[in-house]
């Protein structure tokens, strides 16, 4: 089990981004949540298996159809014990 925060540049906002990212992340069994920043960005808290969040940091790269993706920062965090499933949490 692995976690990692990422912050996704360019233009991702007003595109579908954060609700592709829920289905994405879901469908490959990723936990966490996305949301929107203030700053024009997308941040996201990925959890599972190495693989598996690894797909989704891969599909984040290229993001919905709409969206223009320049770049993404990859933070390591720890787990967190107890988040289950993934949703979109408020902007930040």
């Known amino acids: 089990m692995i976690a990692r925060r990422i912050v996704v540049h ?47 940091i891969a599909w984040a790269r290229r993001g919905p159809p709409a969206a223009s993706v320049e770049r993404v920062d ?3 965090t720890g787990s967190s014990p107890g988040l289950a499933g993934f949703s979109q949490a408020p902007t930040a």
Request: net charge negative.
């Open 10 to 56: 360019g233009r991702v906002q007003g595109v579908g981004f954060r609700y592709a990212t829920v289905e994405a992340a879901r469908a490959l069994g990723v936990d966490g949540w996305v949301r929107n920043r203030r700053d024009g960005t997308v941040e996201a808290l990925l959890q599972g298996e190495e693989d598996a969040v690894e797909r989704a």
């Open 74 to 76: 990859i933070e390591e």
